[in-house]
Protein backbone atom coordinates (compact mmCIF):
# COMPACT_ATOMS: atom_id res chain seq x y z
CA UNK A 1 0.00 0.00 0.00
CA UNK A 2 1.05 3.54 -0.74
CA UNK A 3 2.61 5.53 2.80
CA UNK A 4 0.63 8.47 3.78
CA UNK A 5 3.24 10.75 5.09
CA UNK A 6 0.46 13.00 6.93
CA UNK A 7 -0.61 10.02 8.73
CA UNK A 8 2.58 9.31 9.67
CA UNK A 9 3.38 12.64 10.86
CA UNK A 10 0.42 12.41 12.82
CA UNK A 11 1.31 9.27 14.70
CA UNK A 12 4.60 10.18 15.62
CA UNK A 13 2.85 13.28 16.99
CA UNK A 14 0.64 11.01 19.18
CA UNK A 15 3.19 8.49 19.96
CA UNK A 16 5.29 11.29 21.70
CA UNK A 17 2.54 12.39 23.90
CA UNK A 18 2.43 8.96 25.18
CA UNK A 19 6.05 8.41 25.82
CA UNK A 20 6.01 8.89 29.41
CA UNK A 21 3.67 6.44 31.69
CA UNK A 22 3.64 8.99 34.29
CA UNK A 23 0.90 10.53 33.95
CA UNK A 24 -0.95 9.77 30.80
CA UNK A 25 -1.45 6.06 32.27
CA UNK A 26 -5.23 5.24 31.94
CA UNK A 27 -7.49 4.76 34.31
CA UNK A 28 -10.88 3.74 34.84
CA UNK A 29 -13.80 5.23 35.99
CA UNK A 30 -13.05 4.88 39.85
CA UNK A 31 -9.50 6.20 39.06
CA UNK A 32 -8.20 2.56 39.00
CA UNK A 33 -5.01 2.07 36.77
CA UNK A 34 -5.37 -1.17 35.07
CA UNK A 35 -1.37 -1.85 33.50
CA UNK A 36 -2.28 -5.37 32.20
CA UNK A 37 -5.45 -4.14 30.46
CA UNK A 38 -4.68 -3.99 26.61
CA UNK A 39 -7.97 -2.08 26.30
CA UNK A 40 -7.26 0.61 28.35
CA UNK A 41 -4.55 0.03 30.12
CA UNK A 42 -0.61 0.23 29.82
CA UNK A 43 -0.36 -3.06 27.70
CA UNK A 44 -2.26 -1.36 24.98
CA UNK A 45 0.46 1.50 25.15
CA UNK A 46 2.86 -0.86 24.79
CA UNK A 47 1.51 -2.75 21.95
CA UNK A 48 1.78 1.23 20.14
CA UNK A 49 5.41 1.92 20.92
CA UNK A 50 6.42 -1.84 20.61
CA UNK A 51 5.04 -1.51 16.54
CA UNK A 52 6.69 2.13 16.28
CA UNK A 53 9.96 0.36 17.66
CA UNK A 54 10.04 -2.71 15.33
CA UNK A 55 9.06 -0.50 12.17
CA UNK A 56 12.20 1.93 13.09
CA UNK A 57 10.11 4.85 14.16
CA UNK A 58 10.09 4.52 17.65
CA UNK A 59 12.72 3.48 19.75
CA UNK A 60 13.02 0.01 22.62
CA UNK A 61 13.64 2.47 25.17
CA UNK A 62 10.37 3.56 25.63
CA UNK A 63 8.33 0.28 24.18
CA UNK A 64 10.41 -1.66 26.79
CA UNK A 65 9.37 1.11 29.60
CA UNK A 66 5.48 0.88 29.03
CA UNK A 67 6.11 -3.11 28.96
CA UNK A 68 7.46 -2.67 32.70
CA UNK A 69 4.77 -0.74 33.35
CA UNK A 70 2.26 -3.60 32.08
CA UNK A 71 4.00 -6.19 34.36
CA UNK A 72 4.31 -3.70 37.28
CA UNK A 73 1.15 -5.91 39.42
CA UNK A 74 0.79 -9.37 39.72
CA UNK A 75 -0.64 -10.78 36.74
CA UNK A 76 -3.86 -12.17 36.37
CA UNK A 77 -4.90 -15.71 35.11
CA UNK A 78 -8.16 -15.53 37.24
CA UNK A 79 -11.31 -16.67 35.51
CA UNK A 80 -11.89 -12.77 33.82
CA UNK A 81 -8.14 -12.87 32.49
CA UNK A 82 -8.56 -13.00 28.56
CA UNK A 83 -6.84 -11.89 25.23
CA UNK A 84 -7.87 -7.75 26.79
CA UNK A 85 -6.56 -8.55 30.32
CA UNK A 86 -4.03 -10.28 32.19
CA UNK A 87 -1.20 -12.78 31.36
CA UNK A 88 -2.84 -13.43 27.83
CA UNK A 89 -2.87 -9.42 26.96
CA UNK A 90 0.56 -9.45 27.99
CA UNK A 91 2.08 -12.44 26.37
CA UNK A 92 0.33 -10.89 22.65
CA UNK A 93 2.42 -7.82 23.68
CA UNK A 94 4.80 -9.43 24.05
CA UNK A 95 4.84 -11.97 21.29
CA UNK A 96 4.09 -8.61 19.03
CA UNK A 97 7.74 -7.69 20.33
CA UNK A 98 9.50 -10.34 19.43
CA UNK A 99 8.91 -11.51 16.44
CA UNK A 100 11.56 -13.66 14.85
CA UNK A 101 13.76 -12.72 17.41
CA UNK A 102 15.11 -13.93 20.71
CA UNK A 103 13.43 -11.38 22.83
CA UNK A 104 11.92 -11.97 25.64
CA UNK A 105 12.28 -15.39 25.46
CA UNK A 106 11.94 -16.14 29.22
CA UNK A 107 8.90 -14.31 29.89
CA UNK A 108 7.21 -15.74 27.43
CA UNK A 109 7.80 -19.28 28.11
CA UNK A 110 5.89 -18.84 31.39
CA UNK A 111 3.28 -16.75 30.13
CA UNK A 112 2.41 -19.11 27.29
CA UNK A 113 2.39 -21.96 30.34
CA UNK A 114 0.09 -19.58 31.80
CA UNK A 115 -2.32 -18.37 28.91
CA UNK A 116 -2.31 -22.35 27.41
CA UNK A 117 -3.56 -23.46 31.58
CA UNK A 118 -5.96 -20.55 31.37
CA UNK A 119 -7.29 -21.91 27.65
CA UNK A 120 -7.28 -25.54 28.32
CA UNK A 121 -9.53 -24.41 31.97
CA UNK A 122 -12.24 -22.50 29.55
CA UNK A 123 -12.11 -25.85 27.19
CA UNK A 124 -12.83 -27.95 29.48
CA UNK A 125 -15.93 -25.35 30.73
CA UNK A 126 -17.21 -24.57 27.19
CA UNK A 127 -17.19 -28.46 26.40
CA UNK A 128 -19.11 -29.18 29.31
CA UNK A 129 -21.54 -26.91 28.67
CA UNK A 130 -22.15 -28.47 25.21
CA UNK A 131 -22.66 -31.38 25.94
CA UNK A 132 -24.97 -30.53 28.60
CA UNK A 133 -26.77 -28.54 25.16
CA UNK A 134 -26.91 -25.18 27.10
CA UNK A 135 -26.52 -22.18 25.19
CA UNK A 136 -23.41 -19.95 25.34
CA UNK A 137 -22.29 -17.08 27.37
CA UNK A 138 -21.40 -14.12 25.30
CA UNK A 139 -18.27 -14.04 27.17
CA UNK A 140 -17.36 -18.14 27.15
CA UNK A 141 -16.76 -17.25 23.37
CA UNK A 142 -15.96 -13.79 22.41
CA UNK A 143 -13.17 -12.21 21.13
CA UNK A 144 -12.45 -9.34 23.99
CA UNK A 145 -13.08 -12.27 27.27
CA UNK A 146 -14.10 -15.67 25.71
CA UNK A 147 -12.20 -18.58 23.78
CA UNK A 148 -12.33 -16.33 20.30
CA UNK A 149 -9.59 -14.48 21.73
CA UNK A 150 -7.08 -17.15 22.92
CA UNK A 151 -7.82 -19.31 19.22
CA UNK A 152 -6.43 -15.61 17.75
CA UNK A 153 -3.53 -15.75 20.20
CA UNK A 154 -2.78 -19.19 19.51
CA UNK A 155 -3.37 -19.18 15.74
CA UNK A 156 -0.53 -16.27 15.80
CA UNK A 157 1.68 -17.10 18.68
CA UNK A 158 2.03 -20.96 17.78
CA UNK A 159 -0.15 -22.53 14.67
CA UNK A 160 1.24 -25.53 15.01
CA UNK A 161 0.67 -26.72 18.98
CA UNK A 162 -1.90 -28.74 19.97
CA UNK A 163 -3.50 -26.14 21.76
CA UNK A 164 -3.99 -24.19 18.86
CA UNK A 165 -6.18 -27.75 16.98
CA UNK A 166 -8.03 -27.21 20.02
CA UNK A 167 -8.92 -23.72 20.41
CA UNK A 168 -9.83 -24.01 16.61
CA UNK A 169 -11.85 -26.97 16.91
CA UNK A 170 -13.92 -25.59 20.19
CA UNK A 171 -15.11 -22.70 17.59
CA UNK A 172 -16.23 -25.63 15.07
CA UNK A 173 -18.44 -27.37 17.78
CA UNK A 174 -19.52 -23.73 18.63
CA UNK A 175 -21.09 -23.67 15.10
CA UNK A 176 -22.79 -27.21 15.28
CA UNK A 177 -26.24 -27.86 16.71
CA UNK A 178 -27.32 -28.26 19.85
CA UNK A 179 -28.92 -31.33 20.50
CA UNK A 180 -32.09 -32.01 22.26
CA UNK A 181 -33.48 -28.10 22.42
CA UNK A 182 -36.40 -27.83 19.98
CA UNK A 183 -35.32 -24.16 19.11
CA UNK A 184 -33.45 -25.32 15.64
CA UNK A 185 -34.48 -21.92 14.40
CA UNK A 186 -31.58 -19.98 16.54
CA UNK A 187 -28.05 -20.17 15.81
CA UNK A 188 -26.11 -22.80 18.55
CA UNK A 189 -24.10 -19.57 19.63
CA UNK A 190 -27.50 -17.84 20.56
CA UNK A 191 -26.90 -15.93 23.66
CA UNK A 192 -29.97 -16.39 26.62
CA UNK A 193 -29.07 -12.41 27.57
CA UNK A 194 -29.06 -8.90 25.89
CA UNK A 195 -26.09 -7.39 24.12
CA UNK A 196 -24.44 -5.81 26.92
CA UNK A 197 -24.26 -9.43 28.67
CA UNK A 198 -27.17 -9.23 31.05
CA UNK A 199 -30.79 -10.58 31.00
CA UNK A 200 -32.65 -7.50 30.40
CA UNK A 201 -36.87 -7.06 29.85
CA UNK A 202 -35.80 -5.83 26.10
CA UNK A 203 -34.54 -8.96 25.13
CA UNK A 204 -36.50 -11.67 26.80
CA UNK A 205 -35.11 -14.29 24.79
CA UNK A 206 -31.92 -13.42 24.56
CA UNK A 207 -30.06 -12.57 21.08
CA UNK A 208 -27.58 -13.22 18.42
CA UNK A 209 -24.39 -11.12 17.91
CA UNK A 210 -22.91 -10.45 14.54
CA UNK A 211 -20.27 -8.42 15.88
CA UNK A 212 -16.37 -8.50 16.29
CA UNK A 213 -16.00 -7.57 20.19
CA UNK A 214 -18.72 -9.90 21.50
CA UNK A 215 -20.38 -11.80 18.77
CA UNK A 216 -19.99 -14.47 16.35
CA UNK A 217 -18.27 -12.30 13.49
CA UNK A 218 -14.89 -12.77 15.65
CA UNK A 219 -15.04 -16.55 15.28
CA UNK A 220 -16.00 -16.41 11.50
CA UNK A 221 -12.51 -14.04 11.22
CA UNK A 222 -10.31 -16.36 13.49
CA UNK A 223 -11.64 -19.63 11.66
CA UNK A 224 -10.96 -17.80 7.89
CA UNK A 225 -7.56 -16.88 9.16
CA UNK A 226 -6.32 -20.29 9.72
CA UNK A 227 -7.82 -21.70 6.66
CA UNK A 228 -6.22 -18.90 5.05
CA UNK A 229 -3.19 -19.51 6.62
CA UNK A 230 -3.15 -23.64 5.31
CA UNK A 231 -4.48 -25.06 8.81
CA UNK A 232 -5.94 -28.97 8.17
CA UNK A 233 -7.88 -29.09 11.43
CA UNK A 234 -11.67 -31.01 10.53
CA UNK A 235 -14.88 -29.13 10.17
CA UNK A 236 -13.36 -25.41 9.39
CA UNK A 237 -14.95 -24.62 6.41
CA UNK A 238 -18.15 -26.35 7.62
CA UNK A 239 -18.36 -23.85 10.32
CA UNK A 240 -17.12 -20.78 8.00
CA UNK A 241 -20.32 -21.94 5.94
CA UNK A 242 -22.80 -22.51 9.03
CA UNK A 243 -22.25 -18.81 10.30
CA UNK A 244 -22.32 -17.44 6.65
CA UNK A 245 -25.56 -18.52 6.24
CA UNK A 246 -26.82 -17.35 9.60
CA UNK A 247 -25.55 -13.77 8.51
CA UNK A 248 -26.60 -14.14 4.89
CA UNK A 249 -30.45 -14.53 6.11
CA UNK A 250 -29.98 -10.98 7.90
CA UNK A 251 -27.91 -9.07 5.09
CA UNK A 252 -29.76 -5.73 4.24
CA UNK A 253 -29.69 -3.07 1.88
CA UNK A 254 -28.96 -4.19 -2.02
CA UNK A 255 -25.91 -5.38 -3.98
CA UNK A 256 -24.07 -1.74 -4.17
CA UNK A 257 -24.70 -1.05 -0.19
CA UNK A 258 -25.29 -4.21 1.95
CA UNK A 259 -25.03 -3.76 5.72
CA UNK A 260 -25.53 -6.52 8.03
CA UNK A 261 -27.46 -5.72 11.65
CA UNK A 262 -25.27 -5.61 14.88
CA UNK A 263 -27.64 -8.28 16.42
CA UNK A 264 -30.91 -9.41 16.48
CA UNK A 265 -33.66 -10.52 18.80
CA UNK A 266 -35.76 -13.06 19.03
CA UNK A 267 -38.85 -10.92 17.94
CA UNK A 268 -36.81 -10.40 14.67
CA UNK A 269 -36.48 -13.87 14.03
CA UNK A 270 -40.02 -14.63 14.00
CA UNK A 271 -40.87 -11.78 12.24
CA UNK A 272 -37.68 -12.15 9.75
CA UNK A 273 -37.06 -8.21 9.65
CA UNK A 274 -34.52 -5.92 10.67
CA UNK A 275 -36.17 -1.93 10.54
CA UNK A 276 -33.03 0.09 8.52
CA UNK A 277 -33.09 2.30 11.44
CA UNK A 278 -31.18 -0.62 13.31
CA UNK A 279 -28.44 0.08 10.45
CA UNK A 280 -25.17 -0.23 13.56
CA UNK A 281 -22.72 3.07 12.66
CA UNK A 282 -19.52 1.81 10.54
CA UNK A 283 -17.72 0.74 13.28
CA UNK A 284 -15.08 -2.13 14.05
CA UNK A 285 -16.99 -3.66 17.53
CA UNK A 286 -21.16 -3.83 15.38
CA UNK A 287 -20.66 -2.03 12.46
CA UNK A 288 -19.46 -2.52 8.92
CA UNK A 289 -15.93 -2.08 9.88
CA UNK A 290 -15.79 -5.74 11.40
CA UNK A 291 -18.82 -7.70 9.60
CA UNK A 292 -17.05 -6.28 6.09
CA UNK A 293 -13.39 -7.61 7.39
CA UNK A 294 -15.34 -11.05 8.44
CA UNK A 295 -17.06 -11.44 5.24
CA UNK A 296 -13.65 -11.03 3.46
CA UNK A 297 -11.83 -13.02 4.86
CA UNK A 298 -14.53 -15.87 4.75
CA UNK A 299 -15.02 -15.46 0.99
CA UNK A 300 -10.97 -15.96 0.51
CA UNK A 301 -11.15 -18.77 2.52
CA UNK A 302 -14.05 -20.15 0.68
CA UNK A 303 -12.73 -19.29 -2.46
CA UNK A 304 -15.79 -17.22 -2.94
CA UNK A 305 -15.65 -14.22 -4.93
CA UNK A 306 -19.10 -12.99 -4.79
CA UNK A 307 -18.97 -12.81 -1.24
CA UNK A 308 -15.65 -10.69 -1.22
CA UNK A 309 -17.27 -8.33 -3.72
CA UNK A 310 -20.17 -7.76 -1.11
CA UNK A 311 -17.77 -7.53 1.81
CA UNK A 312 -15.72 -4.84 -0.20
CA UNK A 313 -18.85 -3.23 -1.56
CA UNK A 314 -20.10 -2.98 1.88
CA UNK A 315 -16.85 -0.94 3.45
CA UNK A 316 -16.54 1.06 0.20
CA UNK A 317 -20.30 2.24 0.59
CA UNK A 318 -19.74 3.70 4.33
CA UNK A 319 -16.32 5.19 3.21
CA UNK A 320 -18.31 7.38 0.68
CA UNK A 321 -21.16 8.19 2.52
CA UNK A 322 -20.79 11.30 4.54
CA UNK A 323 -24.00 10.11 6.53
CA UNK A 324 -21.96 7.35 7.83
CA UNK A 325 -18.89 8.78 8.58
CA UNK A 326 -20.60 11.12 10.70
CA UNK A 327 -22.04 7.96 13.21
CA UNK A 328 -18.18 7.42 14.09
CA UNK A 329 -16.87 11.21 14.82
CA UNK A 330 -14.84 9.41 17.99
CA UNK A 331 -11.06 9.02 17.40
CA UNK A 332 -11.09 5.10 18.79
CA UNK A 333 -10.63 1.99 17.11
CA UNK A 334 -13.39 0.32 18.94
CA UNK A 335 -16.50 3.01 18.14
CA UNK A 336 -14.73 5.32 16.31
CA UNK A 337 -12.75 6.59 12.91
CA UNK A 338 -9.42 4.41 13.53
CA UNK A 339 -11.56 1.45 13.32
CA UNK A 340 -13.06 2.16 10.30
CA UNK A 341 -9.91 3.75 8.63
CA UNK A 342 -7.70 0.47 9.83
CA UNK A 343 -10.28 -2.02 8.71
CA UNK A 344 -10.79 -0.41 5.05
CA UNK A 345 -6.51 -0.66 5.32
CA UNK A 346 -6.61 -4.16 5.64
CA UNK A 347 -9.06 -5.00 3.36
CA UNK A 348 -7.24 -2.85 0.48
CA UNK A 349 -4.35 -4.13 1.53
CA UNK A 350 -5.52 -7.98 1.28
CA UNK A 351 -7.01 -7.77 -2.23
CA UNK A 352 -5.65 -4.67 -3.74
CA UNK A 353 -8.91 -3.23 -4.46
CA UNK A 354 -8.11 0.47 -5.76
CA UNK A 355 -11.51 2.12 -5.12
CA UNK A 356 -11.24 1.00 -1.43
CA UNK A 357 -7.63 2.67 -0.94
CA UNK A 358 -8.66 5.77 -2.94
CA UNK A 359 -11.08 6.58 -0.33
CA UNK A 360 -8.40 5.72 2.64
CA UNK A 361 -6.70 9.07 2.64
CA UNK A 362 -10.10 11.17 3.02
CA UNK A 363 -10.77 9.40 5.98
CA UNK A 364 -7.28 9.25 7.24
CA UNK A 365 -7.69 13.00 7.39
CA UNK A 366 -11.52 13.03 9.26
CA UNK A 367 -9.26 11.04 11.72
CA UNK A 368 -6.62 13.96 12.35
CA UNK A 369 -9.27 16.03 12.42
CA UNK A 370 -11.43 14.58 15.36
CA UNK A 371 -7.96 14.36 17.08
CA UNK A 372 -7.60 18.03 17.48
CA UNK A 373 -11.30 17.90 19.28
CA UNK A 374 -10.85 14.79 21.50
CA UNK A 375 -9.79 14.43 24.73
CA UNK A 376 -6.91 12.72 24.35
CA UNK A 377 -7.66 10.09 26.49
CA UNK A 378 -4.86 7.48 25.91
CA UNK A 379 -6.06 4.10 25.96
CA UNK A 380 -5.76 1.73 23.06
CA UNK A 381 -9.22 0.83 21.98
CA UNK A 382 -10.70 3.95 22.42
CA UNK A 383 -8.23 6.71 22.68
CA UNK A 384 -4.95 8.14 21.28
CA UNK A 385 -2.58 4.90 21.29
CA UNK A 386 -5.20 2.99 19.11
CA UNK A 387 -5.51 6.13 16.69
CA UNK A 388 -1.77 6.79 16.64
CA UNK A 389 -1.38 2.34 15.29
CA UNK A 390 -3.66 3.01 12.46
CA UNK A 391 -2.50 6.12 11.34
CA UNK A 392 1.20 4.64 11.65
CA UNK A 393 -0.22 1.50 9.52
CA UNK A 394 -1.92 3.79 7.13
CA UNK A 395 1.26 6.45 7.17
CA UNK A 396 3.93 3.46 6.58
CA UNK A 397 1.67 1.73 4.27
CA UNK A 398 3.01 -2.09 5.97
CA UNK A 399 1.88 -3.85 8.85
CA UNK A 400 4.89 -6.45 10.02
CA UNK A 401 4.04 -9.70 11.03
CA UNK A 402 3.04 -10.44 14.29
CA UNK A 403 0.07 -8.38 13.72
CA UNK A 404 -0.78 -6.08 16.29
CA UNK A 405 -4.06 -6.00 14.66
CA UNK A 406 -4.89 -10.17 15.75
CA UNK A 407 -6.26 -8.58 19.02
CA UNK A 408 -9.26 -7.28 16.42
CA UNK A 409 -9.50 -10.77 14.61
CA UNK A 410 -8.31 -7.92 11.85
CA UNK A 411 -5.49 -9.86 10.66
Not at 58 to 74: C, F, K, M, P
Amino acid sequence: MRPMPEALAAADALAFELTDPCPPTPKDSAGRAWPQSLAGGAAGIALLHVVRARSAHGDWDTARTWISRAASDDLTAAPNAGLYLGAPALAFVLHTAAGATGRYRNALEKLDDAVISITRRRLAQAHARIDRGERPTMKEFDLIRGLTGFAAHHLARHPDREITVDALAYLVRLTEPLTGRGDDHLPPWWTDVSPNGEPTPDFPGGHGNFGLAHGIGAALSVISLALLRGIDIPGLADAVGRICAWIDRWRQGDEASPWWPGFVSTGQTTSGRVEPALRPRPSWCYGVAGTARAQQLAGLALGDPSRVRTAENAILAALRDPAQLDLVPEIGLCHGTAGLLHAAWRMADQTGNPAIAAELPHVAHRLIAALDRSDRNPELLDGTAGAALALHTVGTGTASTPYWDTFLALA
